[in-house]
Nanobody, 125 residues
Framework: QVQLVESGGGLVQAGGSLRLSCAAS????????MGWFRQAPGKEREFVAA????????YYANSGKGRFTISRDNAKNTVYLQMNSLKPEDTAVYYC??????????????????WGQGTQVTVSS
């Protein structure tokens, strides 16, 4: 079983930055593909970014390219999402997710077996 706990959300003005963290339990964290998703009120959950378990390949949704950076520290069992130049449309609950198969980077939330409880990000205009 894997447990994921997100932190780092909050209220920020447009143009500001936040760094989300996701702490994971589990001895095989380093083999999981890790992803970030978000869900705004009344909208479906959408993919934000993913990172491979071994060579740090990354994959971003167009909405975050050039502004968001996903990274991981396997020694600390933690994945991060650095978000810069935030926009009001980035407002959502952000979720960390883990794909234990580690076979590739996928944007479909169906690929991810484990989820955190989410952290709220609010960007004011």
């Amino acid at each position: 079983q894997v447990q994921l706990v997100e932190s780092g959300g909050g209220l920020v003005q447009a143009g500001g930055s936040l760094r989300l963290s996701c702490a994971a339990s589990g001895r095989t964290f380093s083999r999981y593909v890790m992803g970030w998703f978000r869900q705004a009120p009344g909208k479906e959950r959408e993919f934000v970014a993913a990172i491979s378990w071994s060579d740090n390949n990354t994959y971003y949704a167009n909405s975050g390219k050039g502004r968001f950076t996903i990274s991981r520290d396997n020694a600390k069992n933690t994945v991060y999402l650095q978000m810069n130049s935030l926009k009001p449309e980035d407002t959502a609950v952000y979720y960390c997710a883990a794909d234990p198969r580690g076979l590739g980077l996928f944007r479909s939330y169906h690929r991810y077996d484990y989820w955190g409880q989410g952290t709220q990000v609010t960007v004011s205009s």
